[in-house]
């Protein structure tokens, strides 16, 4: 550092009498010089820890005190060295001692008075998957209550990086398929590639509940197993019956000299259609044309559709239906209403392939139902013919993938008719 501030003093020289750019300073009474530091870091790998020191002394008319307006910190600065009082380049470094962004390391003393100095100690961590290279940590004394810089000198340390001595695969995939034919597509299969140069042959499959990118320490992280996977081999792990939703998947491996973890690349997986922790149940019903023949009922002409929360199973299909003869029921969720003395509905079956056609969505969510002929009436209410608006009371041959039948009593929509609705 210091053959660096000898040329900045000759470039100064050299560039007399005319205007040299200098960030602020402080007032006169902030006043400081550099004595020396800790030295470099070298042999650092992902996950390592290390620390600087730097001795600054007070030249300046005012004492520095611990928690006063004349505080001093070691801030960061840029790589241009006048930049200061920023955030720093290397934050991703900070093990969490950081008085911030922006700063390194308080004063330890707590009052260094003028002539006397004092150290400046920080801890830095290098983050997981760094490249191996020289990575610098610039900075100068600044007022911690201003950010004001104190007497720029350009400081800086270094940390040289090396590879880790086990590397983490960087081509992890991930699928979302039906392993086990339980829950639908539900289950997650992850493979990746052992590297080549790898001595350990252990390694864990992690899932984090989120989408990625999530830091790849974060102990929220689950293992779900560990792996042998040999060098130069594929590793297959399927995570099984996942709800919907999507979760961050990595490979961690541990260097068994460091006890430092590399991580590999990480995927996202979103599962939609599991039916795990899932109803079958509908919830939108709509009579989307109403027929000619026989106004204000259930007839031939008319056509609905029905949305369920997964996807549908189609075998052969029957819905029986309870009309309003008793009147409309109290909400879309149903059930038909109460009738009173004397008074019945009329109950009536809609078939697929007998008395309608019927057809999936792309997605198979939307059952849509074209009726062709009249509804088959197993009961004659008080009047006769299915009158809007009719509620399905039960159904058959209407599953989810897995086979678990249409849950009516917690659908929130069962109820169909007049138009629209």
């Given at each position: 550092m210091r053959a660096l501030l000898l040329a900045v003093a000759v470039a100064v020289g050299v560039m007399e009498p005319f205007a040299l750019a200098l960030p602020a300073r402080a007032a006169a009474d902030f006043d400081s010089a550099y004595v020396f530091e800790s030295a470099y870091l070298s042999g650092l790998a992902a996950g390592d820890t290390g620390t600087f020191a730097a001795f600054f002394m007070n030249t300046g008319n005012l004492p520095w005190s611990i928690g006063s307006s004349s505080q001093v910190n070691l801030g960061a600065c840029r790589s241009d060295k006048i930049t200061c009082n920023v955030e720093s380049e290397r934050a991703a470094w900070n093990d969490g001692t950081w008085p911030s962004s922006r700063a390194y390391a308080p004063q330890t003393k707590v009052t260094v008075s003028s002539g006397d100095f004092t150290s400046f100690f920080y801890q830095i961590k290098v983050p997981v998957n760094t490249f191996p290279g020289t990575y610098r940590f610039n900075g100068d004394l600044v007022v911690a209550a201003t950010g004001v810089p104190v007497h720029p000198e350009g400081y800086y340390q270094d940390v040289s990086v090396v590879a880790a001595g086990q590397q983490a695969p960087m081509d992890l995939a991930v699928v979302v398929t039906d392993a086990n034919g339980t829950g639908g597509p539900n289950d997650v299969r992850s493979t990746f590639t052992a590297p080549r140069l790898n001595n350990v042959s252990s390694y864990e499959v992690q899932r984090h509940n989120g989408a990625c990118p999530v830091d790849p320490a974060d102990p929220a992280f689950f293992k779900l197993t560990t792996l042998t996977v040999s060098p130069g081999q594929s590793g297959t792990y399927t995570d099984l019956d996942r709800p919907n939703g999507s979760d961050c998947y990595q490979i961690a491996v541990k260097d068994p000299t460091r006890g430092t973890f590399a991580y590999s690349n990480q995927v996202?997986?979103?599962?939609?259609?599991?039916?795990?922790?899932?109803?079958?149940?509908?919830?939108?019903?709509?009579?989307?044309?109403?027929?000619?023949?026989?106004?204000?009922?259930?007839?031939?002409?008319?056509?609905?559709?029905?949305?369920?929360?997964?996807?549908?199973?189609?075998?052969?299909?029957?819905?029986?239906?309870?009309?309003?003869?008793?009147?409309?029921?109290?909400?879309?969720?149903?059930?038909?209403?109460?009738?009173?003395?004397?008074?019945?509905?009329?109950?009536?079956?809609?078939?697929?392939?007998?008395?309608?056609?019927?057809?999936?969505?792309?997605?198979?969510?939307?059952?849509?139902?074209?009726?062709?002929?009249?509804?088959?009436?197993?009961?004659?209410?008080?009047?006769?013919?299915?009158?809007?608006?009719?509620?399905?009371?039960?159904?058959?041959?209407?599953?989810?993938?897995?086979?678990?039948?249409?849950?009516?009593?917690?659908s929130t929509d069962r109820v169909i008719g007049p138009v629209g609705q």
């Open positions: 996202t997986a979103s599962v939609t259609n599991s039916t795990i922790g899932v109803g079958f149940t509908s919830t939108n019903a709509v009579l989307t044309h109403a027929n000619t023949n026989a106004p204000g009922r259930l007839f031939t002409g008319d056509t609905f559709t029905v949305s369920f929360t997964l996807p549908i199973k189609l075998s052969g299909g029957v819905i029986r239906f309870a009309d309003a003869d008793c009147g409309a029921p109290a909400s879309q969720a149903g059930p038909p209403a109460t009738c009173g003395p004397g008074m019945s509905q009329t109950i009536g079956d809609v078939t697929c392939s007998v008395t309608a056609s019927c057809f999936l969505s792309l997605d198979n969510k939307t059952l849509t139902v074209a009726v062709s002929s009249a509804p088959n009436e197993v009961a004659i209410g008080t009047v006769s013919g299915l009158q809007y608006p009719v509620t399905v009371i039960e159904s058959h041959g209407i599953t989810d993938a897995g086979g678990t039948p249409w849950d009516l009593a917690n």
